[in-house]
T-cell receptor, first 112, second 114 residues
Framework: GDSVTQMEGPVTLSEEAFLTINCTYT??????LFWYVQYPGEGLQLLLK?????DKGSNKGFEATYRKETTSFHLEKGSVQVSDSAVYFC???????????FGKGTRLHILP | DARVTQTPRHKVTEMGQEVTMRCQPI?????VFWYRQTMMQGLELLAY????????DSGMPKDRFSAEMPDATLATLKIQPSEPRDSAVYFC????????????FGDGTRLSIL
């Protein structure tokens, strides 16, 4: 079945470091791909999305490119801030499905 | 901005008690999802509805959990009787069933069963 695999955390970085959180997926057809972020005490919220191969989603300095050849959607940010500390979820959605399939989440700690 | 509203935000109760969690989806959304989040299992889909009809509750323990949508503005998740292993954060999310629009999550109900 369809699935999403993302790197296990926690990931701990210093402020202004470069961030990569890996995400790969398994799915038939042509899914849309998402990154959600969960801040402490809150629900998940959409960070960025990409709907077709080679699309790049971006928001708040974060970027991810839909790579169909490697079935990947890695999240990157050039210079992280303490306020980026959160749990990040990679997810996929297929056309005509209601459900979004989430990865297990990666906890990110940014040290000042 | 429109938001998904969940009540209560926190609930502490003793084992064996009935627990009811409520969710008000965003007006106009026609799909509603219930998730459970724990440290060990991560985010699990318990059940979801489209146009108030239950479509999939395979993630839910049937003997003690029930989910309903009495009307378009209210979704409920009940646990009876509750057990300590039910302690978790329960999230409601709503969205559309067309296109690739994202789900919108509430802030969750943090449930502790003693």
């Amino acid at each position: 079945g369809d699935s999403v695999t993302q790197m296990e955390g926690p990931v701990t970085l210093s402020e202004e470091a470069f961030l990569t959180i890996n995400c790969t997926y398994t799915a038939t057809g042509y899914p849309s791909l998402f990154w959600y972020v969960q801040y402490p005490g809150e629900g998940l919220q959409l960070l960025l999305k990409a709907t077709k191969a080679d699309d790049k989603g971006s928001n708040k300095g974060f970027e991810a490119t839909y790579r169909k050849e490697t079935t990947s959607f890695h999240l990157e940010k050039g210079s992280v801030q303490v306020s980026d500390s959160a749990v990040y979820f990679c997810a996929l959605w297929k056309n005509r499905d209601d459900k979004i399939i989430f990865g297990k989440g990666t906890r990110l700690h940014i040290l000042p | 901005d429109a938001r998904v509203t969940q009540t209560p935000r926190h609930k502490v109760t003793e084992m064996g008690q009935e627990v009811t969690m409520r969710c008000q989806p965003i007006l106009g959304h026609n799909t509603v999802f219930w998730y459970r989040q724990t440290m060990m299992q991560g985010l699990e889909l318990l059940a979801y509805f489209r146009n108030r009809a239950p479509l999939d509750d395979s993630g839910m323990p049937k003997d003690r959990f029930s989910a309903e949508m009495p009307d378009a503005t209210l979704a409920t998740l009940k646990i009876q009787p509750s057990e300590p292993r039910d302690s978790a954060v329960y999230f409601c999310a709503s969205g559309f069933d067309r296109g690739n629009q994202p789900q919108h999550f509430g802030d969750g109900t943090r449930l502790s069963i003693l």
